[in-house]
Each structure stands twice: as C-alpha cells, then as structure tokens.
C-alpha cells in the first residue's frame, strides 16, 4: 500500500526509530512529509524511496547504528539475527548473467526473481525496480549493487527473497565512485519488518567483509551462498551463552558434592 500515509508514531516504527530520531530527521534531512489540520503525515510509498536511498549512501558508522535498531524489529522473524538462510538459495543465485546495460540488468534480475515461483506480480515488480533506478542508482562503490522496488508492497511476493546474479561482463549502472558493476542483488520483501533492515545487512556485509571479492571470483552458486553465509556470520555478535536454570544448577552442585575427591 504506497498510498498509505503514516503518522509520526507509526513512522518511527516502520523505520525502527525512536520518536525523537523522526523529529531531528525532519530537522536535518529531507524527510519528506505533508502538514494535515496542524499534523505532520508521511506517505508510505515516498517514505521507501527515501529511505533505501538513505540507507544506502549511509556511512559505516551511521550505518552500524542503524542497523543495530532496525534488528530489534525482525527477531520475531529471524530469532538467530541470521536473514540469509532464511532469505536465500543456492538456487537463487546466477553467476553467467549476459547483460550488457542497465535496462537489461533489471530485465534478468527480475526474470531471476521470478524463476524462484515466489513473484505474484512480475510486471508490476519490473515497473516497479525500474521506478526506483530512475530516482537514482542502487549501485554501491566497489562493484555492487542493491536492487529492490520503489514501492515496497505487501502480497507481491510469496514469502520474503533475495536473488544473486553476476553478469559476465561489466556493466555502467552509475555507481558514486564512477566504476562498472558486476554484482546485482534484488531484494523481494513482502514484510515490513525485514525490507529495509535487509538493505542495511547486504550494505554491512560489503562494508565489513570481503564478501564482493569472494563474490566476484566464486566458480559456482555453492560457493557464492556459503560466502554469504560466512559473511553475515562473521558481522553478526556470538550468540549469547544460555545460563544454566535453576533446576541444572541444583544438579551441577549436587553432583559436584558427590564426586570423589581429587
């Protein structure tokens, strides 16, 4: 529902800020909003847009911040913190794309997508990515580039996605460092919770591992999805150690009281 307008509360929560973070961006950015009998609305449809643009130019700290609030609002949905087991598989992954240009990027992308039988939508979802690269690029320095609708729209997926694809040549896709492309996720989230925490992780992963260069010389799907997998393992904080209940500690005591000694 991109036409759907939000309050500030309810923008907080989309975003998985807190309310004083929607008041300092209104104040420092261009957060786009309409005023309504004294009240400040955002439409849902503007609101993505800006805010996978933000996400991707964040810088790494910034970006770490984020990140982190926006993890809280997907543990009812991944409890392990971990997205790529659950959003990818190997299956979904190309790496002998031959697109040439940016308009055929998206055309394979798509296509990708759709062969996994989880698009409801394919041609809404092609207008809808090729929307979004008219506002501005998702490539990333480095070679990368972060696909997704401009309407973020529930019941357009069967299920949450992402798709990997590399082309065989490079592509100008207009990345800020001036450099072709090789790599294209699409990210298909039909889950208000995960669709911008999914940009933030795949935007942490590049910045925090060697993942593009793993990703760029894979032989194979296989490889390319254990890369992932390692990726996001190593940005993600150790589980935390179960403490032991009462009833184990009881035992653990008794048993220590009854061994012989040493």
């Known amino acids: 529902m991109p036409h759907r307008t939000l309050t500030s509360e309810e923008l907080a929560d989309y975003l998985h800020l807190e309310p004083g973070d929607v008041e300092r961006l209104l104040r420092e950015t261009d957060?786009?909003?309409?005023?309504?009998?004294?009240?400040?609305?955002?439409?849902?449809?503007?609101?993505?847009?800006?805010?996978?643009?933000?996400?991707?130019?964040?810088?790494?700290?910034?970006?770490?911040?984020?990140?982190?609030?926006?993890?809280?609002?997907?543990?009812?949905?991944?409890?392990?913190?971990?997205?790529?087991?659950?959003?990818?598989?190997?299956?979904?992954?190309?790496?002998?794309?031959?697109?040439?240009?940016?308009a055929s990027v998206v055309r394979d992308m798509v296509a990708l997508a759709e062969g996994t039988g989880r698009v409801l939508h394919p041609r809404e979802l092609l207008q809808s990515v090729?929307?979004?690269?008219?506002?501005?690029?998702?490539?990333?320095?480095?070679?990368?580039?972060?696909?997704?609708?401009?309407?973020?729209?529930?019941?357009?997926?069967?299920?949450?996605?992402?798709?990997?694809?590399?082309?065989?040549?490079?592509?100008?896709?207009?990345?800020?460092?001036?450099?072709?492309?090789l790599l294209f996720f699409l990210v298909c989230c039909d889950d208000d919770r995960i669709h911008l925490h999914t940009l933030a992780r795949l935007c942490l992963l590049t910045m925090k591992t060697d993942l593009v260069a793993?990703?760029?010389?894979?032989?194979?799907?296989?490889?390319?999805?254990?890369?992932?997998?390692?990726?996001?393992?190593?940005?993600?904080?150790?589980?935390?150690?179960?403490k032991p209940s009462r009833s184990k500690r009881r035992r653990a005591s008794d048993d220590d009281a009854s061994s012989p000694p040493t």
């Open 31 to 102: 957060l786009p909003h309409t005023v309504r009998g004294g009240r400040k609305v955002f439409q849902r449809g503007e609101i993505d847009a800006w805010a996978s643009r933000r996400i991707l130019g964040l810088p790494a700290k910034r970006l770490d911040a984020y990140h982190e609030k926006s993890a809280h609002g997907t543990r009812e949905i991944f409890p392990d913190g971990a997205l790529i087991p659950g959003l990818m598989r190997r299956s979904f992954i190309d790496l002998a794309l031959h697109s040439r240009t940016r």
């Open 214 to 242: 793993q990703l760029l010389r894979a032989p194979d799907a296989d490889t390319a999805y254990e890369a992932l997998v390692n990726a996001e393992r190593a940005v993600l904080p150790p589980p935390a150690e179960e």
């Open 130 to 181: 090729e929307e979004r690269e008219a506002l501005c690029s998702t490539a990333l320095p480095g070679g990368l580039a972060l696909l997704h609708a401009r309407h973020h729209t529930e019941y357009s997926f069967d299920g949450s996605f992402v798709v990997l694809g590399r082309t065989v040549q490079t592509v100008p896709f207009g990345a800020p460092d001036g450099g072709s492309t």
